[in-house]
């Protein structure tokens, strides 16, 4: 059973997303890198962007900033990188 106040459901372990954002669920992201030897893309972070932050994940780093883009031009200084949007763009104006 859920438990609404957190949204954790302790019989299966779980979270539940949408109870957590009010349904407005977070953009899900890839950051993939290319390398010079073969351009062939190699997945360098993934992540999550809500109404203002998004959070990436990778290679035993995690970064942060207001939005995908931002975290995609910061590696950019390093890397060649692509920002690859795995969800559609939200219909809600809250995300």
């Known amino acids: 059973m859920t438990d609404e106040t ?3 459901d302790a019989e299966h372990d ?3 997303l949408a109870a957590l954002t009010g349904g407005a669920l977070p953009r899900r992201f ?8 073969d351009g ?6 993934w992540g999550l962007q809500t109404t ?4 990436g994940f990778g290679r ?3 970064h942060s900033a207001a939005s995908a883009e931002r975290i995609a ?6 890397y060649d990188v692509e920002l ?8 809600s104006p809250n995300i």
């Open 40 to 45: 062939e893309p190699s997945l360098r972070y």
């Open 30 to 37: 890839a950051i993939c890198t290319y390398s010079d030897d």
């Open 14 to 16: 779980t979270i539940d």
């Open 6 to 8: 957190t949204a954790y």
């Open 52 to 55: 203002d932050t998004a959070i």
């Open 73 to 78: 031009r910061r590696l950019s200084l390093v």
């Open 60 to 62: 035993g780093a995690v």
């Open 84 to 91: 690859l949007w795995l969800d559609p763009p939200p219909t």
